[in-house]
């Protein structure tokens, strides 16, 4: 009996049942991508330079807070909409007191100084620029990706593209207008004190350029309840700055709006610090007005009849249950840092997707089935047992993929043909190999044992550089390419453990207590 030969029957008996554990059942193990079971793709621009100017704007509120501080009095600290802000101080006697308040802000420096007339500009620096533009990419992609878990998507792919690009795929998901909804909308959570009250049909233009800096005009959100259109109409003068913003929310949940049956409202609750502060304004604004803004679109502007403990308000705005779901998501999961754009936007419906599942299983079967009777027309019994280990390489190849939640695109199903492939190849190498060592003059079991040595290596090297090529295509590439590299990897380890295992365990089964033999079906 061959060496250790009841170790390595058990060890493919355990490879097999646990192939055939993770498989089942079928449909329910191996994840599908966009191509093959439909779905959105998306390609949203982050708006950094509407991000950047936002933040210039609210720097130029700190730094006039910061001069207020020092009992530095100014004229007016306002941006000017190319990165950076104006100070116009109240006096140029304080000019030395406000240059070093300037010196101290972290992220800008002061030019265009003029000491006669009390003014000089703040820019920001090129690193700091690059830092806020960074740092929005990289947390529009990670609140993006906490979303889309939240809203359920199984194998979604969320990836930056370039400086400002975030690809996004959603398998199975084919409500497009939900989707498009969640992930666009930015969520950024603002408390306004109300100003006044406008009439629907007030000219908005006009009355902006009579405002003074610190106020803002903003929209309200009509929903006609028959059609679900949607319509702005201005609503409220406010105070630019917010009093308090939704970055301290701890929890949002939906229930029915008491004061109007059919729409829903989301229930909102503050960290201790956030209510602290919530606390403070509705007590120091009682009889007044407080807007709740939500991108910029006033939700509710609810009269402060009293000072709110808790840290719990209500944000209502004639909301259907899937509207209001989708606004408790992104508020759980945190607003975008910055406004993004849908550049980019494909669906892919499910009948493409089966479409492809066909065509590709029929071009599974149809290689295998060619390479099947090739191997078994050329190498006869030998070409059985290459089938068997071919057979054992696919069912490996596809548990694996189950096991490790691995998705199966187009690519990755043209990554399992070019792995028959090479299976293929293996085996032949090896018989190829046996039949040298016969044509020498050895015997069967001395050919098979030189055959495999002989072989051993050549099938090392082969493999190895396809595996290093696999590794690079899937650490460099996206989507596709990632799934063509991750059924390329996977179908190579599992042709490894076939070629130079398996197969050498069936010559040994089927040639086992034959001490005589004279010939090899090969």
């Given amino acids: 009996m061959p060496r250790y030969f009841w170790v390595r029957v058990v060890i493919v008996l355990a490879v097999v049942l646990a192939s055939v554990w993770y498989l089942y059942p079928l449909q329910r193990t191996i994840n599908l991508g966009l191509d093959l079971q439909g779905g959105i793709h998306l390609v949203l621009g982050v708006e950094l330079d509407k991000h950047l100017a936002g933040q210039v704007e609210r720097a130029a509120e700190d730094f006039k807070i910061a001069l207020d501080r020092k009992g530095i009095a100014t004229r007016r600290v306002v941006s000017d909409g190319a990165a950076r802000f104006v100070v116009e101080l109240a006096s140029p006697q304080v000019w030395t007191d406000a240059l070093t308040v300037a010196r101290e802000f972290t992220g800008f420096?002061?030019?265009?100084?003029?000491?006669?007339?009390?003014?000089?500009?703040?820019?920001?620096?090129?690193?700091h620029t690059a830092q806020v533009r960074e740092d929005a990419v990289a947390q529009a992609v990670e609140r993006l990706r906490n979303r889309i878990d939240a809203f359920g998507v199984a194998e979604p792919t969320?990836?930056?593209?370039?400086?400002?690009?975030?690809?996004?795929?959603?398998?199975?998901?084919?409500d497009v207008e939900r989707a498009k909804a969640l992930i666009g909308q930015t969520g950024l959570l603002e408390f306004k004190l109300v100003d006044r009250f406008l009439e629907p049909d007030v000219r908005v233009e006009e009355l902006q350029r009579q405002l003074p800096p610190d106020r803002e005009v903003l929209f309200r959100r009509l929903v006609d309840p028959e059609t679900r259109a949607e319509r702005r109409v201005p609503y409220v003068v406010v105070h630019r700055r917010a009093l308090l913003t939704g970055a301290g929310l701890t929890a949002a949940a939906v229930s029915a709006d008491p004061n109007a049956p059919g729409n829903w409202q989301v229930n909102i609750t503050f960290n201790p610090a956030?209510?602290?502060?919530?606390?403070?304004?509705?007590?120091?604004?009682?009889?007044?007005?407080?807007?709740?803004?939500?991108?910029?679109?006033?939700?509710s502007a609810p009269r402060i009849n009293e000072r709110i403990p808790g840290g719990q308000a209500v944000i209502t705005g004639q909301f259907t249950i899937e509207e209001a779901r989708n606004l408790r998501i992104v508020l759980g999961e945190g607003a975008l840092p910055a406004s993004v754009a849908i550049l980019e936007e494909r669906t892919v419906g499910p009948s493409l997707g089966a479409d492809s599942i066909r065509q590709g299983m029929v071009a599974i079967i149809g290689s295998a089935l060619l390479v099947f009777i090739f191997m078994l027309v050329y190498y006869r019994l030998s070409g059985l047992v290459a089938d068997i280990a071919l057979a054992l390489n696919l069912l490996m190849l596809l548990a694996a993929m189950?096991?490790?939640?691995?998705t199966l695109t187009l690519p990755g199903i043209a990554g399992i043909a070019l792995t028959i492939g090479m299976a293929v190849d293996t085996n032949i190498l090896i018989f190829e190999r046996i039949r040298e060592e016969l044509r020498a003059g050895k015997t069967v079991r001395a050919a098979v044992d030189a055959g495999f040595a002989r072989a051993f290596r050549a099938i090392i090297y082969t493999h190895v550089t396809v595996l290093v090529t696999a590794a690079i295509l899937y650490n460099f590439g996206t989507g596709p390419v990632?799934?063509?590299?991750?059924?390329?990897?996977?179908?190579?380890?599992?042709?490894?453990?076939?070629?130079?295992?398996?197969?050498?365990?069936?010559?040994?089964?089927?040639?086992?207590?034959?001490?005589?033999?004279?010939?090899i079906s090969i």
Avoid at 495 to 502: K, Q, R
């Fill in 158 to 174: 969320i990836t930056r593209q370039g400086a400002d690009r975030i690809l996004i795929q959603l398998p199975g998901v084919q």
């Fill in 482 to 519: 990632r799934g063509f590299a991750v059924t390329l990897f996977v179908g190579l380890m599992a042709s490894l453990f076939t070629a130079v295992f398996f197969t050498r365990l069936l010559f040994d089964v089927f040639y086992m207590g034959r001490r005589r033999l004279q010939t």
């Fill in 402 to 406: 189950a096991a490790f939640g691995a």
């Fill in 274 to 299: 956030g209510a602290q502060r919530f606390a403070e304004i509705t007590e120091q604004n009682v009889g007044r007005h407080l807007a709740i803004v939500l991108d910029g679109v006033v939700n």
């Fill in 109 to 127: 420096a002061p030019v265009d100084q003029d000491q006669a007339a009390g003014r000089f500009v703040m820019a920001i620096d090129e690193r």
